[in-house]
């Protein structure tokens, strides 16, 4: 792992002066650059703000502006630390403030909520949400992180400043028109004029002029999970501990509206992201989006989007009542198949980004995650090149693997959810597995973290930039893997007729009681009464740690356990 040496900055920020920017995108181009970068999103704007930091010539090339909207608002331990980890290596504190609420609110913006709980409540047709029909996981709390709810518009548009700081040039509202891409070089055109630069970073997402022009974009995208989102922001949402009776509320230390809510039933969820639910927030709203199963619930273009909401949760109780508490700060929107794949994410001179080479879905916020994967791993791999020279593409076939891996994986934890969404005992099996492998990876994030902390050397970080993604090396993922496969075994089985749901729940239960890997004293995996968990229990905590180094399997003793837990933690 590299540290930041090129261009330290000052008490008053980096070194170099930011450019000026005219926001009609009327600045123009330099006639060359080290890289150009193609969007501005969160991977975009990072990775620039990255590759200047290290000296690099660096463009981004925006077709539209900010600030603007965007989802992707929620986010977990893992990618708290992966914002924490990508800005302590290249000592960039700009991109470490988004890992704590408390300095997202000193340093980037007001609006910003917290992500104390990670909460699903399951609703049948008609009918309020049981007593015993909610799940909630409340996770530990360390002082180098915490997690947020992120208004993008306000962090995006931050991020694109802070950029410039750095000495990255910034046009928008210039749409790139065509990216050539020969041995010696990369001309990128826009509606504007053309630059030449050695290296070109796609970060335009879904509308990738390069993965249309190379033909990756892939038509169909190969993915299982096939779904449509209809989202907006509000005011004035009631939190929904206030609204659900008291007897499903998981009476845990936080609030449901403490962090991010999942209102679930058979062909969809709903996500509720408040920001409005940290002490030092100055705005009253929150995100609420739905995402349906588009075989289930095909899109029905008689009515407005806003409309087609009402009809669906006036099935669900508790979801209209929550609901009816807020009022639409804008526009509902309805969009069509959200997920999208390609068949490439690299090149000789080029690679795309994570979001722009695949997409799934939103469910367990794992967008972020990934995107702070990619952007440790290419810029890693991208500087590299440039102390060498060598911009072939087998340099950054890596990112290939990573990428894949990385939709793959979602596209087969988030298609098997939603065919657990048709039976509570189904989804309380499948969101015990997901609570157990969301665990363990926090736990193997953590463990390098408390390596760094401890030795204060970036090379600890190392071992994550050789698996061929971030986290496939952890010793549990063997295990974990083939427990994923049989539970979607079992839930294929039941969706062809060949099995009932009390049958394929006690599958899926009893293979997490037989699992040496997940200590049963902490929570009762394989239980059908199992359901909440709160880390923020210290005694719980250290009951875990104490398994781990004294009586878990040995595997984990030695890779991941074998840590000491720095004296701040």
């Not at 630069?197 to 993915?223: H, I, K």
């Not at 969404?421 to 969101?431: E, I, S």
Request: proline residues 5%.
């Amino acid at each position: 792992m590299r540290n930041a040496e090129l261009t330290a900055p000052t008490d008053d920020g980096p070194q170099r002066d930011s450019p000026q920017y005219r926001a009609d995108g009327g600045s123009s181009l330099a006639e060359s650059y080290d890289v150009v970068v193609g969007g501005s999103g969160m991977s975009a704007s990072t990775t620039a703000m990255i590759l200047g930091k290290h000296g690099l010539n660096v463009a981004m090339i925006e077709a539209g502006s900010h600030p603007r909207f965007a989802i992707g608002e929620a986010m977990l331990p893992q990618s708290s630390m992966w914002m924490w980890i990508v800005g302590e290596c290249h000592d960039i504190p700009e991109i470490q403030y988004l890992s704590d609420a408390d300095e997202v609110v000193n340093n980037v913006t007001s609006s910003c909520g917290i992500k104390h709980s990670i909460g699903f409540a399951y609703h049948e047709h008609g009918n309020s949400v049981a007593s015993d029909h909610a799940h909630q996981l409340i996770p530990p709390r360390l002082p180098f992180y915490s997690e947020s709810h992120l208004l993008r518009s306000d962090v995006d548009h931050y991020l694109v400043e802070a950029a410039q700081r750095y000495g990255v040039e910034y046009v928008d509202e210039t749409a790139i028109t065509d990216v050539d891409i020969t041995q010696d070089a990369v001309t990128v055109t826009t509606e504007h004029g053309s630059t030449e630069a050695a290296f070109y970073v796609d970060g335009t997402g879904g509308n990738s002029l390069l993965a249309d022009e190379m033909g990756y974009r892939e038509g169909t995208p190969d993915l299982e999970t096939d779904s449509r989102a209809i989202f907006t922001h509000v005011e004035g949402l009631a939190p929904f501990d206030e609204v659900v009776e008291a007897d499903a509320r998981p009476q845990q230390s936080n609030r449901l509206h403490d962090g991010t809510l999942h209102h679930v039933f058979d062909g969809g969820w709903m996500w509720v992201i408040p920001f409005d639910n940290f002490e030092r927030s100055e705005v009253n709203r929150a995100s609420v989006g739905l995402m349906l199963n588009r075989e289930k619930y095909p899109v029905n273009e008689s009515v407005s989007a806003e409309e087609e909401v009402r009809n669906i949760v006036t099935n669900f109780p508790d979801i209209e009542r929550h609901l009816d508490s807020a009022e639409p700060v804008m526009p509902w929107v309805r969009t069509g198949r959200i997920q999208r794949s390609a068949s490439q994410s690299s090149g000789h001179r080029h690679y795309l980004t994570n979001n722009t080479y695949g997409f799934v879905d939103p469910l367990y916020a794992i967008g972020l995650v990934n995107t702070f994967e990619s952007v440790f791993v290419s810029t890693n791999l991208l500087l590299d090149a440039f102390e060498s020279g060598d911009f072939s593409a087998e340099r950054f076939a890596p990112i290939d693997e990573m990428h894949r891996q990385q939709l793959v994986g979602n596209d087969r934890l988030i298609s098997n959810a939603y065919k657990s969404m048709g039976d509570f005992r189904l989804w309380n099996a499948w969101t015990q597995m997901w609570l157990g492998q969301v665990l363990f990876h926090d736990i193997y994030m953590q463990r390098h973290c408390f390596n760094y902390l401890n030795s204060g050397q970036t090379a600890e970080f190392d071992a994550l930039l050789k698996e061929p993604s971030p986290g496939a090396g952890a010793p549990f993922v063997t295990q974990k893997d083939a427990m994923c496969t049989m539970m979607g075994d079992v839930l294929d089985a039941y969706e062809d007729g060949e099995t009932s749901a009390e049958d394929a729940a006690e599958l899926m239960l009893e293979e997490m009681r037989d699992a040496e890997w997940l200590p049963k004293h902490i929570y009762d995996w394989g239980s059908e009464r199992a359901r909440h968990v709160d880390f923020s229990n210290p005694e719980l905590v250290g009951k875990l740690i104490e398994w781990g180094k004294a009586d878990s399997p040995p595997r984990l003793r030695e890779r991941l356990f074998d840590f000491s837990v720095p004296e701040m933690a």
